[in-house]
């Protein structure tokens, strides 16, 4: 099977390049804005045009979630507007994709794990526009599948595994957020389980997904433990999400059921704390 991956040298994509060999049957081309931008509809067009591929993950996304409520016209084109390009062409050329979405659709007040099935609510412009390219992308290619992910991390580029060992080191005490509450996901999980399922090149191929690795923790739990895990004498403090304002709305509860995805797919889906201490061997 060809793959086009854009986004490729994001947290997912990067970790989908160093899974790639593991993958014999698979050939790819990985893409970043440099090569391709997504939300240049007629670039889009022409790229599909040169190539014919079977599946397109899609891995490019506006994450700057508070310079989004900024930046609102290119986190639109990049979010919403650019799944909706992908989709055509797929549509087009008999490609399957797959949309990686997010967490900061659900901004309800609920302390259940969301089901797929629930309401979205998305409070700032990253959410909003996430959501939008997910409506967008089901609507311009049926064979699209849209995984909703949350607190994305990774050995590959900027993250707050990353930040908290940097500034775990600087400093005698950090103030971290306890009352929003989720589950971390260590990006290569997310990028093995959607090769995973294109393996299994599914006849029913659409709709949405939920994963994230297995477990709850709040920030504070989860800087904890990484200082834990990396032996980093740095006293935390737990603060309330009001006394660390920021340009956009986190939500306070966004665990995601995954029973689904597993269900759907056989998929068995790691602990958190134990991929945690996968990703920090290799940092």
Not at 5 to 34: I, M, W
Not at 117 to 145: I, R
Not at 180 to 194: F, N
């Amino acid at each position: 099977m060809h793959i086009l991956v854009t986004g490729s040298n994001g947290q997912v994509g990067s970790e989908l390049q160093s899974l790639a060999n593991n993958y014999p049957n698979f050939s790819f081309v990985f893409v970043d804005k440099e090569d391709l931008d997504i939300g240049n509809q007629e670039a889009v067009q022409a790229f599909f045009e040169a190539d014919t591929f079977d599946y397109c993950i899609n891995c490019a996304a506006y994450t700057a979630v508070d310079k989004a409520e900024s930046d609102k016209e290119i986190a639109h084109l990049v979010n919403a507007l650019g799944p909706q390009n992908l989709a055509l062409a797929c549509q087009k050329h008999q490609t399957r994709l797959v949309q990686i979405s997010t967490d900061y659709v659900y901004h309800n007040s609920q302390n259940t794990p969301f089901k797929e099935t629930d309401a979205t609510s998305p409070h700032s412009v990253y959410g909003s526009t996430k959501l939008e390219g997910e409506t967008l992308a089901l609507s311009s290619n049926p064979e699209t599948l849209i995984i909703r992910t949350s607190w994305v991390y990774s050995s590959f580029g900027n993250n707050f595994v990353k930040t908290m060992i940097r500034l775990g080191k600087d400093r005698d005490q950090l103030s971290i957020i306890f009352d929003q509450i989720g589950s971390p996901t260590y990006a290569r999980d997310l990028a093995k389980a959607i090769l995973d399922i294109i393996q299994q090149n599914p006849s029913d191929f659409t709709g949405i997904y939920h994963y994230s690795n297995e477990g709850v923790c709040s920030w504070f739990d989860f800087a904890q433990a990484i200082f834990e895990l990396e032996e980093i004498e740095c006293k935390t403090n737990p603060i309330e999400t009001k006394d660390y304002p920021t340009p956009a709305k986190r939500p306070h509860f966004s665990l995601l059921n995954k029973n689904k995805i597993k269900a759907t797919f056989a998929l068995e889906i790691p602990y958190w704390r134990d991929s945690l201490k996968a990703c920090l061997k290799l940092l």
